[in-house]
């Protein structure tokens, strides 16, 4: 994500008998060169808790500094300490991949400042002076090796280096163990070769068969130049490791006073630490917060009134509910979780709960499109008005929405009191890492996100067995509440009769619900295999997908990615059915029940001309805040197909293996990456790390990682305790779990690793193709200040606008659904073509199976 840059000037020098670094209140000040890497952050954090220094971040095609002659850049350097060449993608070689890293092995003599040069940047340090950078035989990405050092410069006083590796390409300085000419081991390890006399070996990995001997640390002899080519701030590599940040940071202080010192007048310049700019910016436009504004102003007042009654509700299910209160199927929001034959959540930690969003005729509707910038808002309670707006920041007004609407004195036990639910696409994803979009016609386009005001919602705690009615309209819904407190005994009465196993006939009048619940099952499933027994299946092809994995590993080769994510979507015609047959609901109720998992979703909206029906059963918590600002994620990377005579045993075998463990790994430093830019050093945490789930299909490979927003809890309080009237323009400074929302998509787990460079890599790869709703998110944001969003994966969705007419065989046409199932698997340097199809065959299969009961494949 970009960082704030800092404008300086030069100010008075300072005249000092001590050393600048000795001045009362001076923390160190140190420039992180950042080549668009993932992983920035992460370092960023650990130099300011190891340094307690003042970080700022310069990319590294800064505009400031294009100029050409050097001078621009030179001045800005006077103010820095140290500088530190942060890893990227791409080769040191070329020129617009490393840019001003380049340029500090150039400075002159009189303006040298110590750097650390860490991957990218170790590598580009070497190639200065005098080595070769070339292709490993055998890339090294996600991996973690013991290392060998000799105990010297940035790496004394150090113990052994387990060390997290990801790079391609490694460094060459022509030394007699990498030539695998004779040579003492012990001896030679630690002595300049003849091509490169100035740089002085710290630390090789001396294991690797494939690759032979790999650099892995060096320092100049006399310049303050230092570098490793391993990642210090992997969770993965440990504590010995990481203590290269101090002791590099102990030398830079005796080069600092041995050099500098001695002119004894320090230039200083005004200086301010970098900050994490958002995604979200923290001033919105007046026009924005007028709209918002009358916007609320006609839903009620801005800040809601919850009312709410809590009941007993055990043995009370979505499709129950739903059914009873005659919910029309063609404007529906369920968030369900995914439930055991005990009725037990599948995964109690994060499959908790059920969430039926009400979309009632007053119910607002925001439609994002972000090739266009253009938002449109569908107001029934103004007769239906649909206004369009241009705002090239909708992350801006969904949080400045968020905060006009935040509220308190909802039930603590319920995550959602209401607020918007709906989803993001890929793309708007992509919009916020500054990645172009496939580009798509204008009768193409569909909204890239897409929410709903709730007002009423029913909650169900599937561990409690208690179900919250809720309502944003205070006391004018009393009657309403009353109602459900009346109705929803009555369900779970005649909840023992009904059943989910076969898409229940749910809304279908009362001629269907004069049958016995075997009778609705018995012609609910003819009805739905009858389509499916005329449905068409597309598949992506076999040799096209392995030649598509081998492109991802040639770009993985090359520097370019430690692991991309590549995907591809399986298309589904199904016969358009009546109104009345209620198919999309009823295929999801079958998708639910062979595949349940906890993050179930069923999604209608939109009008007839331009709605999307979305049924979704996806395992992977993408990000969750709570109203006290605890932020987690939970990336899955990792999965085994399971069979008759796979035992959880073998799975744990597999899935322990170095390429699974690769996998995740990339991701949880890819999200720690994320959080970090938003909360701050010190406020994250890996609670959980590559350790097996196991689901109703496959067994995966899971962590957790969770972030703390600082000053969140209080802050919300603070602004909620005022009686003032509240307005968008005087809304809170502090990040939300919005911010951290913005600043991660698209979710790390689809991307790749650095996210940048790998979504401008797949897009080329899968044919400039839009991702759309898959590979998304989606959730819901409350007004009590929490959010929940999970993976668009293991889903099917359509476009009501995608429908095809096809000519049949006895020349009439006929009306065809098209329906969409997205899969596909992180592709590394240890990947198998046929393996990784497999894979994406298997993922996919989870979700196709709602709709391949008789149906023919093409």
């Known amino acids: 994500m970009p960082h704030k840059t800092c404008t300086s000037s030069v100010v008075s020098p300072v005249q000092d008998d001590r050393s600048i670094l000795e001045l009362p209140g001076r923390r160190p000040r140190v420039l992180f060169i950042d080549a668009y890497d993932s992983f920035t952050n992460n370092i960023i954090a650990l130099v300011d808790q190891s340094l307690n220094a003042d970080i700022e971040v310069v990319h590294i095609d800064d505009p400031r500094f294009s100029d ?12 820095f300490d140290a500088a530190i060449a942060g890893p990227g993608p791409g080769n040191p ?23 650390l040069g860490i991957c990218l940047g170790f590598q580009s340090l070497c190639l200065a002076f005098g080595a070769r950078v070339e292709r490993m035989n055998e890339p090294r990405h996600g991996i973690v090796t013991k290392i060998v050092h000799n105990s010297h410069s940035i790496l004394r006083d150090t113990e052994e280096v387990e060390a997290t590796q990801y790079h391609s390409l490694h460094v060459d ?15 030679d390890l630690w002595s300049p070769s003849k091509a490169c006399p100035m740089l002085e070996p710290l630390a090789w990995d001396c294991d690797d068969r494939r690759n032979g001997y790999v650099l892995m640390a060096v320092k100049h002899i006399e310049r303050p130049y230092w570098g490793v080519q391993y990642h210090p701030e992997s969770i993965c590599t440990n504590h010995e490791g990481a203590k290269v940040i101090d002791n590099w940071w102990n030398d830079a202080k005796a080069w600092i006073k041995r050099n500098k010192d001695d002119r004894r007048t320090i230039r200083e310049r005004q200086f301010s630490a970098s900050q994490h700019v958002s995604v979200i910016e923290s001033v919105f436009p007046d026009d924005m917060t007028d709209l918002i504004s009358g916007l609320t102003s006609a839903d009620g007042p801005e800040q809601p009134e919850v009312s709410w009654q809590a009941i007993s509700a055990k043995d009370l299910s979505a499709a129950d509910v739903c059914e009873a209160l005659d919910l029309p199927v063609d404007k529906l929001i369920l968030l ?4 055991r034959p005990d009725g037990q959540p599948v995964r109690t930690e994060t499959g908790r709960y059920t969430i039926i969003g009400l979309v009632t005729e007053n119910t607002t509707v925001f439609q994002y499109y972000t090739q266009s910038q253009q938002l449109n808002i569908v107001a029934p309670h103004r007769n ?26 909802g039930p603590s036990s319920s995550p959602f009191w209401g607020g918007l639910m709906g989803f993001i696409s890929y793309e708007a994803g992509l919009a916020t890492i500054e990645v ?10 569909r909204p890239d996100i897409c929410f709903v005001f709730i007002t009423r919602s029913i909650v169900i705690d599937h561990i409690t067995h208690v179900a919250y009615i809720q309502t944003l309209n205070g006391q004018a819904d009393q009657h309403w509440i009353g109602d459900m407190i009346n109705t929803i005994p009555q369900i779970v009465k005649r909840g023992h009769s009904q059943t989910e196993t076969s898409g229940s006939s749910n809304f279908v009048g009362p001629r269907r619900e004069e049958l016995s619940t075997e009778q609705r099952e018995e012609l609910n499933r003819k009805e739905l295999d009858l389509l499916l027994h005329q449905s068409n299946i597309m598949d992506p092809d076999q040799s096209e997908y392995c030649r598509k994995v081998r492109e991802c590993q040639e770009s993985i080769r090359a520097g370019d990615s430690h692991e991309l994510c590549l995907t591809d979507q399986t298309v589904v015609r199904i016969p358009t059915s009546p109104p009345e047959l209620r198919f999309s609901w ?4 079958r998708l639910k029940r062979i595949n349940p998992a906890p993050f179930g979703a069923y999604i209608r909206l939109g009008s007839s001309k331009n709605g999307v029906t979305i049924a979704s059963s996806s395992p992977e918590r993408f990000l969750s805040w709570s109203r006290d600002g605890t932020c987690q994620y939970r990336p899955i990377k990792g999965t085994v197909k399971k069979t008759p005579e796979l035992t959880r045993a073998d799975a744990e075998t597999i899935l322990d293996s170095s390429k699974e463990r690769a996998e995740n790994l990339m991701i949880v430093d890819l999200i720690r990456h994320d959080l970090h830019g938003v909360v701050g050093a010190g406020n994250v945490k890996v609670k959980k790390l590559m350790q097996v ?15 703390q927003l600082p000053g969140s809890h209080n802050l919300a309080l603070d602004n909620l305790k005022t009686q003032e009237p509240r307005h968008a323009r005087d809304a809170a400074p502090g990040k939300s779990g919005l911010d951290v929302l913005a600043a991660s998509l698209p979710p790390g787990s689809m991307t790749g690793a650095p996210k940048r460079r790998s979504c401008e890599i797949l897009k080329g790869i899968e044919n400039n193709e839009p991702r759309g709703i898959y590979s998304g998110v989606l959730g819901y944001l409350d007004v009590g200040g929490g959010g929940d969003f999970s993976v668009v994966i293991r889903t099917a969705y359509k476009w009501d606008q995608d429908a095809e007419e096809i000519e049949q065989p006895d020349g009439s046409k006929k009306k065809f659904d098209v329906w969409r199932v997205g899969a596909g698997g992180a592709v590394t340097a240890q990947s198998t073509d046929v393996g990784e199809f497999e894979e994406m065959e298997a993922k996919r299969d989870s979700t196709l199976r709602m709709f391949t009961e008789f149906s023919k494949k093409s």
């Open 68 to 79: 050409g002659s050097g001078v621009s850049f030179l001045s800005f350097l006077e103010g």
């Open 93 to 115: 070689q070329n020129e617009s991949d490393v840019g001003l890293i380049a340029e500090l092995w150039r400075l002159p003599e009189g303006s040298m400042l110590p750097v």
């Open 173 to 187: 300085l022509g030394h007699l163990r990498q030539t695998r000419l004779s040579g003492t081991h012990n001896a």
């Open 336 to 339: 369900e979780s995914g439930l």
């Open 384 to 409: 239906n008005l649909e206004r369009i707006h241009s705002i090239p920041n909708v992350w801006a007004f969904l949080k400045c929405h968020m905060q006009q609407r935040r509220t308190t004195g």
């Open 436 to 445: 172009d979009s496939p580009s798509i016609k204008p009768s193409g386009l």
């Open 586 to 589: 009823n295929v999801y109720q």
């Open 693 to 707: 789930e196991e689901y109703e299909t496959v067994y995966q490979l899971v962590s957790v990682i969770e972030g």
